[in-house]
């Protein structure tokens, strides 16, 4: 199983997205060791979610490229945590798997 999480955060936006993330990956891989955890996010917090031990793509904008990011890595569950898409975008990831929205 694998499950995305799609998030933003750095010094204009703030870390409690990525990090509220990161608790929760940790959680779900302390519950289950069988599950990839792959962060999309933006490069500004790469060394920080590699410094957990996390899978990272790099993802500047929630846009066609991104959904296409997304789709290639055949999720079983995105959870998605930010403020700047937009409710099309939402709609494109809901028809990708299960989507979990913060």
Not at 33 to 55: D, G
């Given at each position: 199983?694998?499950?995305?999480?799609?998030?933003?955060?750095?010094?204009?936006?703030?870390?409690?997205?990525?990090?509220?993330?990161?608790?929760?990956?940790?959680?779900?891989?302390d519950?289950?060791?069988n599950?990839?955890?792959?962060?999309?996010?933006?490069?500004?917090?790469?060394?920080?979610?590699?410094?957990?031990?996390?899978?990272?793509?790099?993802?500047?904008?929630?846009?066609?490229?991104?959904?296409q990011?997304?789709?290639?890595?055949?999720?079983s569950l995105?959870?998605?945590?930010?403020?700047?898409?937009?409710?099309?975008?939402?709609?494109?990831?809901?028809?990708?798997?299960?989507?979990?929205?913060?």
């Amino acid at each position: 199983m694998k499950i995305i999480f799609r998030t933003n955060g750095g010094k204009d936006i703030g870390l409690g997205h990525v990090y509220r993330c990161i608790s929760l990956a940790q959680a779900i891989t302390d519950l289950a060791h069988n599950i990839i955890i792959l962060f999309v996010a933006n490069n500004e917090v790469k060394t920080l979610i590699e410094e957990y031990k996390f899978e990272f793509i790099s993802s500047d904008s929630f846009d066609n490229k991104d959904i296409q990011i997304i789709e290639n890595q055949k999720p079983s569950l995105i959870i998605f945590d930010s403020y700047l898409a937009s409710n099309d975008y939402l709609k494109r990831l809901n028809k990708i798997c299960k989507l979990i929205i913060f």
